[in-house]
Nanobody
Framework: QVQLVESGGGLVQAGGSLRLSCAAS????????MGWYRQAPGRQRDLVAT???????NYADSVKGRFTISRDNAKNTVYLQMNSLKPEDTATYYC?????????WGQGTQVTVSS
């Protein structure tokens, strides 16, 4: 099993920044794709950004140019730098990692952007 611990969420004003972190531990052999998803109340969980082990990134159109995903393979950690935050970015953000075809999820961290 792989355990994920997220941190860095909080309350911020529109235009502000936050940095999320997600550290993986447990039975780690080779983490493949790591990513962030978010879910607002009453809505489905949506992709925010992913990054492969080699560093190839993919972003939702709504966050391109504002969010940056990165990872530290030595620390088994993925980050999400969020700039120019908007009220519509308010959601619970979930870390996701894939290892050998199995997906693991964090418990979620709340991000609230006030207008």
């Amino acid at each position: 099993q792989v355990q994920l611990v997220e941190s860095g969420g909080g309350l911020v004003q529109a235009g502000g920044s936050l940095r999320l972190s997600c550290a993986a531990s447990g039975s780690i052999f080779r983490l493949d794709v790591m990513g962030w998803y978010r879910q607002a109340p009453g809505r489905q969980r949506d992709l925010v950004a992913t990054i492969t082990r080699g560093g190839t990134t993919n972003y939702a159109d709504s966050v391109k140019g504002r969010f940056t995903i990165s990872r530290d393979n030595a620390k088994n950690t993925v980050y999400l730098q969020m700039n120019s935050l908007k009220p519509e970015d308010t959601a619970t953000y979930y870390c996701n990692v894939n290892q050998w075809g199995t997906d693991y999820w964090g418990q979620g961290t709340q991000v609230t952007v006030s207008s």
